[in-house]
């Protein structure tokens, strides 16, 4: 089974951890994150951030200095909400190496905190007649839109866009999985519908249908 979604932001994103690029996409195979990407937001120069300084090289920065940070995150379709968190702090972002090395060597301790502790603040929704589930993570605190119960359509905003739980820098990941409950879930393969994509490399866009973004290519939902 492959699960087709629209992408659940507007405007234009960096794909990182893409499944086009490996399977498993983020290295290992846990918490349902077998088929998961990860969408970074960017201005239209395609940065990530307009400013760089000595904290870019040398230590965290704010998250609010992020394109993404605080961007809308829709439903990518029509379903149900069943499994929301919220109250995780956004933390600082690192794109210095001295900063991420400590950061990633704490991946461990922080797994076995519990999920909220590398998911952050996020919503799942029970996707309608597929059997299958879609969560959004790392979502900023504050800035859910949705409880459960709540029935939603593909482009309603649910949230926004942060940087809490394991995240480097503010960015939504996204992931369909067999099971709401992430300890036991296991991933289901995606596929994106309607999307404008930059590969990486290349100048001219390409319209695509239907289709699964390339490693650090950058895509915007058509109209």
């Not at 086009?20 to 349902?32: E, F, I, Y």
């Not at 394109?67 to 968190?85: M, S």
């Given at each position: 089974m492959t699960v087709t979604?629209?992408?659940?932001?507007?405007?234009?994103?960096?794909?990182?951890?893409?499944?086009?690029?490996?399977?498993?996409?983020?290295?290992?195979?846990?918490?349902?994150?077998?088929?998961?990407?990860?969408?970074?937001?960017?201005?239209?120069?395609?940065?990530?951030?307009?400013?760089?300084?000595?904290?870019?090289?040398?230590?965290?920065?704010?998250?609010?200095?992020?394109?993404?940070?605080?961007?809308?995150?829709?439903?990518?379709?029509?379903?149900?909400?069943?499994?929301?968190?919220?109250?995780?702090?956004?933390?600082?972002?690192?794109?210095?190496?001295?900063?991420?090395?400590?950061?990633?060597l704490g991946a461990a301790a922080r797994l076995r905190e519990g999920v909220h502790a590398v998911a952050g603040n996020h919503v799942t929704v029970a996707l309608a007649g597929s059997g299958a589930f879609v969560s959004l993570v790392h979502l900023r605190r504050g800035c859910l839109r949705v409880r459960v119960g709540d029935a939603v359509r593909a482009g309603q905003q649910v949230a926004a866009c942060g940087n809490s739980g394991n995240s480097t820098q503010p960015h939504v990941h996204v992931q369909v999985t067999d099971s709401a409950d992430f300890f036991v879930a296991r991933g289901v393969p995606i596929t994106f519908r309607d999307f404008r994509e930059w590969p990486r490399g290349r100048g001219e866009p390409l319209d695509r249908v239907t289709g699964l973004p390339d490693e650090r290519s950058v895509v915007e939902p058509l109209a």
């Open positions: 979604l629209a992408l659940p932001f507007h405007g234009r994103w960096l794909v990182q951890n893409s499944p086009a690029r490996r399977v498993p996409s983020h290295g290992v195979d846990v918490l349902g994150q077998r088929y998961a990407i990860d969408f970074v937001g960017v201005d239209s120069r395609h940065r990530t951030a307009a400013v760089r300084d000595w904290r870019t090289a040398l230590g965290t920065e704010p998250p609010e200095r992020f394109v993404a940070f605080g961007r809308p995150i829709l439903a990518p379709a029509d379903g149900v909400v069943v499994r929301v968190h919220d109250g995780e702090d956004d933390h600082a972002a690192r794109r210095s190496q001295l900063a991420l090395v400590p950061y990633a």
